[in-house]
């Protein structure tokens, strides 16, 4: 989660999550890659969706598992009575926010995700841990799969490839790191080879450079 004060911006990019952002009385505009913006209340963005934003208030950016959700086609504009609900159910929008309240909130508008392959878990649980030393043979070998099916099965269930599922994680924990030192300990932390590959990453997934992200709260 995010949460930042005033209005904001970030260029185009996509992410292997589903993201909600909410503002805090104002607007959302998206701008799809290769498409028209629009401006709603709020936004639901599916994973893997080509886009840029901006909110012209303060406002709240949820960050989703993809297979938390359902898939579906397309943002899902989010009207003003709803966004003020998910702000109900966040609550405290610093520490302290109720995620889960929100998740179930969001599962009653747009329904759950499927329960995934329990080989599937394993091999997303196993393979996000920020370790350089796992690698997906080992984890295929520990669910009795090849790393060629295993890559699919992961595909097939979920929808994302499971190395940018591995590059999201990374990048999570090294902006989970940006509060306690500076942005290049975040990357060697998080298993990036330097800041700059972290700066590339941030923009990718995020559209954002990784130290504007030290002052937004997560």
């Known amino acids: 989660m995010f949460a930042e004060s005033g209005a904001s911006g970030v260029t185009a990019h996509r992410h292997p999550a589903w993201k909600v952002v909410l503002p805090l009385g104002g607007r959302v505009e998206v701008r799809p890659d290769g498409g028209r913006a629009f401006a709603a209340a709020g936004v639901v963005v599916p994973p893997e969706f080509a886009h840029a934003c901006a909110a012209s208030s303060a406002y709240v950016a949820l960050f989703i598992d993809p297979w938390d959700l359902p898939p579906g086609p397309g943002c899902r504009r989010l009207d003003a009575s709803v966004v003020r609900r998910l702000h109900a159910a966040l609550g405290d929008t610093g520490t302290g926010a109720d995620l889960g ?37 080992d984890i295929a070998a ?20 499971l190395v940018r599922l591995r590059r999201w994680a990374r990048l999570r924990a090294a902006v989970a790191g940006l509060s306690a030192g500076s942005v290049a300990a975040a990357a060697a932390t998080a298993g990036f080879a330097d800041q700059a590959h972290l700066a590339r990453t941030a923009r990718g997934l995020l559209g954002r450079p990784p130290g504007s992200i030290a002052g937004a709260s997560t």
Request: aromatic residues 0%.
């Open 101 to 137: 309240a929100a998740r179930a909130e969001l599962a009653a508008l747009v329904g759950g995700g499927r329960p995934l392959d329990p080989r599937v878990v394993h091999a997303i649980r196993e393979s996000t841990r920020v370790d350089p030393r796992d690698r997906i043979q």
């Open 142 to 161: 520990d669910v009795g799969l090849s790393p060629p099916r295993l890559r699919a099965l992961v595909r097939e269930s979920v929808g994302i490839p």
